[in-house]
Nanobody, 121 residues
Framework: QVQLVESGGGLVQAGASLRLSCVAS????????MGWFRQAPGKEREFVTA????????RYADSVKGRFTVSRDNAKNTVYLQMNSLKPEDTAVYYC??????????????WGQGTQVTVSS
């Protein structure tokens, strides 16, 4: 069982930066591929980024490439999402997720409760 807790969301102006954190419980964090997803009001949840178990492989949605950076610290059971040059269309609830699967994971097995990011124009 893995429990995920996100933090770092907030209200910022366009062009600003935020860093989200997701702390995982348990000793198995380093065995999980980690991902970030987001869901805007009235829209389906969408993939943002993922990072492999040791952090050597990452993948990004086209909409965030060059602006967002995912990283992880397995010693701290934490995955980060650095978001720069934020746009109003980045407004969403951001979810952290963990997968036992191989890269790229076919599915995610655990989800956090989400953290709200709001970007004003």
């Amino acid at each position: 069982q893995v429990q995920l807790v996100e933090s770092g969301g907030g209200l910022v102006q366009a062009g600003a930066s935020l860093r989200l954190s997701c702390v995982a419980s348990g000793r198995t964090f380093s065995s999980c591929v980690m991902g970030w997803f987001r869901q805007a009001p009235g829209k389906e949840r969408e993939f943002v980024t993922a990072i492999s178990r040791r952090g050597g492989i990452t993948r990004y949605a086209d909409s965030v490439k060059g602006r967002f950076t995912v990283s992880r610290d397995n010693a701290k059971n934490t995955v980060y999402l650095q978001m720069n040059s934020l746009k109003p269309e980045d407004t969403a609830v951001y979810y952290c997720a963990a997968s036992w699967g191989d890269w790229p994971p076919p599915q995610y097995d655990y989800w956090g409760q989400g953290t709200q990011v709001t970007v004003s124009s």
